[in-house]
């Protein structure tokens, strides 16, 4: 079964960092694409981040852009979210997402970050 | 941006009955090198994440009940409960995937009347 496991998430205060981690296991991490998700009760559902399956292509929503940096071990079977110069608009649950049958398919349950002095 | 907008924001619908949500981005979203609507469709349930229903605006992902049914093309989308199931009560979001940043829809909440 495919299976995506985030960690990495908390509290942090503002100007902090974070670094999320996804582990997946269940297909061939190596293959494909991966997200980054986050959501708010506020704001709904926002896509924040995507990388290839070599990472050589990268790609960030205008507000992770310059903040926040995904990469990707495909030794490992794990992409990383680093969340540097945070926000108290960044607090949110954070999801990593594949596609690997459909576009996202698969979810993993979230970590929770929140940004608060 | 494309901005999805979706209607209505919340539904009570009789069980047994159908269950209609609506779906409109500010852009085309059809993929004419595919022939493909890159649009997607997710239910989630509290203190859940979202799980995939419905890819390419009308094709069920695994394991998804027929009752649930995608319609639509271009710039407006249709997600269909033919026959609302208790366990059906939950938030619905539309999604575009066809360019960056892909958006999704404010969500809608579907209980039961």
């Known amino acids: 079964d495919v299976q995506l496991v985030e960690s990495g998430g908390g509290l942090v205060q503002p100007g902090g960092s974070l670094r999320l981690s996804c582990a997946a296991s269940?297909?061939?991490?190596?293959?494909?694409?991966m997200y980054w998700v986050r959501q708010t009760p506020g704001k709904g559902l926002v896509w924040v981040s995507r990388?290839?399956?070599?990472?050589?292509?990268?790609d960030y929503a205008d507000s992770a852009k310059g903040r926040f940096t995904i990469s990707r071990d495909n030794a490992k079977n794990t992409v990383y979210l680093q969340m540097n110069s945070l926000r108290a608009e960044d607090t949110a649950v954070y999801y990593c997402?594949?596609?690997?049958?459909?576009?996202?398919?698969?979810w993993g349950q979230g970590t929770l970050v929140t940004v608060s002095s | 941006d494309i901005v999805m907008t979706q209607s209505p924001d919340s539904l009570a619908v009789s069980l047994g009955e159908r269950a209609t949500i609506n779906c409109k981005s500010s852009?085309?979203?059809?993929?004419?090198?595919?022939?493909?609507?890159?649009l997607g469709w997710y239910q989630q349930k509290p203190g859940q994440p979202p799980k995939l229903l419905i890819y390419?605006?009308?094709a069920r992902a695994s394991g998804v009940p027929d009752r649930f049914i995608g319609s639509g093309s271009g710039t407006d989308f249709t997600l269909t409960i033919s026959s609302l199931q208790a366990e059906d009560v939950a938030v619905y979001y539309c999604?575009?995937?066809?360019?960056?940043?892909?958006?999704f829809g404010q969500g809608t909440k579907l209980e039961i009347k």
């Open positions: 990388i290839y399956i070599d990472g050589g292509v990268t």
């Open positions: 390419w605006a009308s």
């Open positions: 999604q575009q995937y066809y360019t960056l940043p892909f958006t």
């Open positions: 269940g297909f061939t991490f190596s293959s494909h694409w």
């Open positions: 997402v594949s596609s690997v049958v459909s576009p996202f398919d698969y």
């Open positions: 852009q085309n979203v059809f993929d004419s090198s595919n022939s493909r609507n890159l």
